[in-house]
């Protein structure tokens, strides 16, 4: 056996607080990430309520992380414009992405198979739904899904009616 150096237990002992130092930083990371909602934001046609949902959000929010998944690439473009963090498309980005999101956000139609005039297949309808999220859905009479009780609403009225009820969620953690 090799005799030891007198620096052998300083070296040691210098290496096992600067893996210790990691660990901490790595588990503060995690800690502030985890903390961190992750938004997901869904639209079809040409996305201009996912783009205006987008952009009004990161207006209040600016460091909120945004996923965009649009039902086709119009939708997905305007929505990564408006400022969304990442984007994809289509039927798998939407049942992958509804599976790890806290909060989804985007018209009624993103819950209804064949909706969007087609767009939206039976699984985006099902993943949504079924998603552990809390969703906020706008109610958007159109292309045949028509929301009894609920009056036609300005985009923008609509868009401020989301951005209150994201702000609850986001500060009370509370889904009304």
Known sequence: ??????????VL?????IMYANIEEKQERQRKTSDMKRILVIDG????????????IKEQHPSLPILAVGT?????????????MQAATGENAVITAARKADIIIGPIGIVIADAFLGEVTAAMAAAVGRADAVRILV???????????????????LVQDVL????????????C
């Open 72 to 84: 086709n690439a119009m939708a997905t473009a305007a929505m990564l414009k408006a400022g969304a």
């Open 13 to 17: 002992c210098f290496f096992a607080k």
């Open 45 to 56: 046609q040409g996305g201009q309520l996912g783009k205006e949902l987008i952009r009004s």
């Open 1 to 10: 056996m090799a005799p030891q150096s007198p620096a052998a237990p300083f």
């Open 139 to 157: 109610p958007m009479n159109k292309c045949e899904n028509i929301i009894a009780g609920v009056a036609d609403t300005s985009m923008a009225a």
């Open 164 to 175: 209150r009820r994201l702000r609850a969620l986001l500060l009370e953690n509370s889904p």
